[in-house]
C-alpha cells in the first residue's frame, strides 16, 4: 500500500511504504497518523489518461491514477477531500470526521454529465478498497 505524504519541512508530496527520509530535504517522514483516509480510483473509461488531482482541505496532495489507491495519514478531526480531474473543477467534497486511531475509506469516480463530468467522492467500506 502506497502511503501518501507531505513533508512538513519542505512541503513535497510523494509516496512512501514505511516511515522513511524526505526524499527532498531527508526530514524524516512518518508513515502513521492519528488517523488516516484510504482513497480508491474506480477505473473509468472515461479520461483514463487523466490523473486526478487530490486536495486535502484545500492542500494539494499529488494525483491519483485510474484504479491507483493511496493511504493518506492524518491528524484525528474533521477533514475536506476534493478531487479533480483535468478541466473538471466540479466535485462533491467529502467531508470526513475522524476520531483518533480510525480509517475512512472514500471512492473517486467519474459521473458523466450533459455538459461537463463531474466526480464523485463517497464514503466506502473496507471490503470496496483494492488489497494491492
Ligand atoms: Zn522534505
Known amino acids: 500500500m502506497k502511503i501518501r505524504v507531505k513533508c512538513p519541512t519542505c512541503q513535497t508530496v510523494q509516496d512512501i511504504f514505511q516511515d522513511a527520509p524526505c526524499c ?9 497518523g492519528e488517523a488516516a483516509i484510504q482513497l480508491y480510483r474506480m477505473g473509468s473509461p472515461i479520461g483514463i489518461a487523466v490523473g486526478y488531482g487530490i486536495y486535502l482541505d484545500g492542500q494539494p496532495m499529488g494525483h491519483l491514477a485510474n484504479k491507483e489507491s493511496v493511504f493518506i495519514p492524518v ?44 466526480i464523485v467522492v463517497e464514503p466506502a467500506n473496507k471490503e470496496d478498497m483494492p488489497m494491492a
Open 24 to 32: 527532498k530535504c531527508q526530514n524524516m517522514l512518518s508513515a502513521s
Open 75 to 118: 491528524s484525528a478531526g474533521s477533514h475536506n477531500l476534493h478531487v479533480t480531474c483535468g478541466m473538471t473543477r466540479r466535485c462533491n467534497d467529502l467531508q470526513i470526521n475522524l476520531p483518533a486511531g480510525t480509517v475512512a475509506y472514500a471512492k473517486a469516480r467519474i459521473k458523466p454529465g450533459f455538459w461537463t463530468n463531474t
